[in-house]
Each structure stands twice: as C-alpha cells, then as structure tokens.
C-alpha cells in the first residue's frame, strides 16, 4: 500500500450518461465518519455515511479506498470509503440495482 497517495478518478458532469462509471450500490450496515477513521489517508476526502443509506460505488481501484457517492444525491462530490479489504475491516453487503 502507497503511503500518503490518493488518486482520484474525475468524472465530468457533461455527458454523464457516457461515462463507465460502476453499477454497484452497498447498503451501509453501520455508520462511518472518517474524522473518526485514523487509517484514511486524507480525513477531508472521506464520505460519512449512516446504517442504512444506499452508497454508489463510482471506483473500486484501490483495494482499500473506494470512491462513492450516496445514492440519494447524485449532485454531491464523491468521497473515499473504506472498501472490503482482505482484511476485513469493513463488512458492507452487496446490492445489484438495474439502472
């Protein structure tokens, strides 16, 4: 794992529809707020989130930060979360949506 490296996949907001962005949504199991988390790498790039709220996954390129977006407001920035790594610190489930 790269120390103190984040990269960001930018997605223009023009032409949305082409864009390849993940089909992927997870339905939070417990709630996160990364100004509690002392593992993610940039505190201000973290995505806080609550039991229950449907989060977007928009980049699953680094095996331990994903980049997301909730559901319910595709307007908002994405933000880091933490993902499913080996090591199972985090244990989100799965959901497939058509659409």
């Known amino acids: 794992m ?3 490296t984040i990269t960001f996949k ?7 529809q082409m864009c390849r962005e ?27 989130f609550i039991k229950g709220e449907i989060i977007h ?4 390129d680094d095996p331990y ?12 920035r994405a933000g880091l979360i933490p993902s499913r790594s080996p090591t199972g610190k985090t244990d989100c489930s799965r959901e497939e949506r058509n659409g």
């Open 2 to 4: 790269a120390q103190n």
């Open 22 to 48: 993940s089909r992927i949504r997870l339905r939070a199991l417990f709630d996160y707020d990364p100004s509690d988390d002392k593992y993610i790498p940039c505190k201000e790039a973290g995505l806080p």
């Open 57 to 60: 996954i928009v980049s699953q």
């Open 10 to 16: 930018l997605i223009p907001n023009e032409n949305r």
């Open 65 to 76: 930060w994903w980049q997301a977006r909730k559901e319910q407001d595709r307007n908002m």
